[in-house]
């Protein structure tokens, strides 16, 4: 039931979301398909920082990077390119991706599953209560009996560093964005974002300079970023290991930054890039209403309930519970959520146990990832260290792909590395590690395994066809065989 005046409405919905993104819009898919009624409320554009500025945009753009690498890997491919990439064509492409970031379409997705859309800035107003104010004024308060869904993402951080302000550093969003390829690019941060703008610019045509403080790719295994970092520096990236930014200068707006190395150098770029690390998007959404930190990472149990709020009403998806701040793992928690919520309306009992229905436990084991660099890079459950870290009695095993014949047909000198960390109690995979042109498709099998605890007795007899990439499966099988 609505009522309504001149400026400010009152509804009453089942499921409130803040927040749409992906994530947003899959709790809200699985709220409605549970038979509950739900409002979604986005402050920007539908379809949220994944579909315009994160995921969608990137792979878009280093599509054409990457596929003009594989011609070149391939002799007769490569003698065919004879020309640079069309970067007014590479940015055209994007902009298709992104529809010109025109949020129609994904707004009448919204609407066709049978939720109402609230365009504004909401904020929590006390238990089980949104406000939404609208650009034009006008206020919204919404009530709900089941839960609000908080899937509000998160936002870069700049680092708290002499004349950052003055350099106007780019984002992320600017790195995906933008259509000008800048002469000189200066990227600071060697994870995902870092690694896979550098690919992404240096094969656009610019000097990218790549600083990171550690290694690239810190959350993988080592060699991970190691191969990354070779293939960057054979691209012409000037790729610099053990390096920080102490102070920016920009007296001239249109004219180039200067960066100060902890080293005592100078570095002097077009564009100065950071993506140093992030934050969650909650400082502004009423979490002190219900006796919440603003700004503050929300912390859920196993079904994104969050802790320390009277009742059971108030969930948090994707990035801003930090748990894995990935887009498909967001999508997860959501719609795993939504079951939940909709269990709990019913007056259902939940299946939380690990790996049952209403539990996130993908987020503790297998997580995938990949980074879209040259090679790519993917990954799934833990890394050796982390499996050692926490008490298991484990083997590693490694092979160089170059040892499978079906990736040396898939690239002349094929080069990568795979690794698989064994649980040697349980017989089964802990984690996956696969580095190499192509290996993103790879890496689903992967999770199968991992996800699925599938015995290595077992999983030799999945057999990989001949020849394709993903024999590589049975030469890690068969050198842990071998011991």
């Known amino acids: 039931m609505t009522e309504t005046d001149e400026n400010q409405t009152t509804a009453t919905y089942d499921v409130v979301v803040l927040g749409a993104g992906p994530v947003g819009q899959n709790v809200a898919d699985r709220a409605r ?28 753009l280093l599509r054409p990077v990457i596929a003009l690498a594989d011609a070149h890997r391939v002799d007769g491919a490569r003698q065919a390119v004879t020309g640079a990439l069309d970067t007014a064509r590479v940015f055209a492409r994007r902009n298709r991706y992104v529809t010109d970031w025109d949020d129609t379409g994904q707004a009448q997705w919204v609407k066709s599953i049978g939720a109402d859309l609230y365009r504004g800035h909401g904020r929590i107003d006390g238990p089980r209560r949104v406000t939404v104010t609208s650009g034009d004024g006008a206020r919204h308060s919404l009530t709900a009996r089941h839960a609000v869904a908080v899937a509000t993402g998160s936002r870069p951080v700049l680092p708290d560093i002499p004349g950052i302000q003055e350099a106007r ?121 219900v006796g919440l930190t603003p700004g503050s990472w929300l912390d859920v149990d196993t079904t994104c309930l969050v802790r320390g709020a009277d009742g059971e009403w108030l969930y948090a998806l994707g990035d801003v519970n930090h748990r894995a ?37 993908a987020d503790q084991h297998a997580v995938p990832q990949v980074f879209f660099t040259d090679p790519e890079a993917a990954a799934v459950g833990l890394t050796a260290e982390q499996a ?50 192509g290996v993103s498709e790879l890496l689903h099998s992967a999770t199968v395994a991992v996800a699925g605890q599938v015995p290595l007795k077992r999983l030799r007899h999945a057999i990989a066809c001949f020849p394709t990439v993903s024999e590589i499966w049975l030469f890690l099988l068969a050198a842990h065989q071998r011991g």
């Not at 986005?42 to 994160?54: D, Q």
């Not at 092979?399 to 690794?419: C, E, I, K, T």
Request: aromatic share 4%; net charge negative; charged share 20%.
């Open 325 to 361: 701040l990935l887009t498909h793992q967001g999508k997860y928690q959501a719609r795993t959520a939504g079951d939940a919520i909709g269990a709990r309306a019913a007056g259902l009992p939940l299946d939380d146990s690990p790996w049952g229905d209403h539990a996130t436990t």
């Open 169 to 289: 550093p780019w984002t992320n969003r600017h790195g995906t964005d933008s259509s000008a390829v800048p002469g000189r690019l200066a990227i600071v941060g060697g994870g995902g974002v870092g690694a896979e703008m550098a690919t992404l610019w240096q094969g656009l045509g610019s000097q990218v300079t790549l600083l990171a403080r550690r290694r690239l790719l810190p959350r993988m295994e080592p060699f991970a970023g190691e191969l990354v970092a070779r293939s960057l520096t054979a691209a012409g990236a000037d790729v610099r290991i053990g390096r920080q930014v102490t102070a920016l200068r920009r007296p001239d707006p249109t004219g180039p930054v200067t960066l100060t190395l902890d080293d005592g150098s100078e570095l002097e770029a077009d564009e100065v890039m950071f993506a140093t690390g992030r934050t969650p998007s909650t400082d502004d959404i009423g979490l002190d209403t």
């Open 388 to 437: 050692a870290h926490a008490g298991h009695r484990t083997k590693t095993v490694d092979v160089d792909f170059n040892a499978a014949q079906g990736a040396n047909l898939y690239a002349d000198d094929y080069q990568g590395h795979a690794r698989m960390v064994v649980d040697l109690d349980r017989d089964v995979l802990l984690g996956v590690t696969l580095v190499g042109p």
């Open 33 to 60: 398909a549970a038979g509950l009624t739900v409002a979604v409320v986005e402050r920007e554009l539908v379809g949220g920082e994944c579909s315009y500025w994160a995921c969608v945009p990137s792979k878009a």
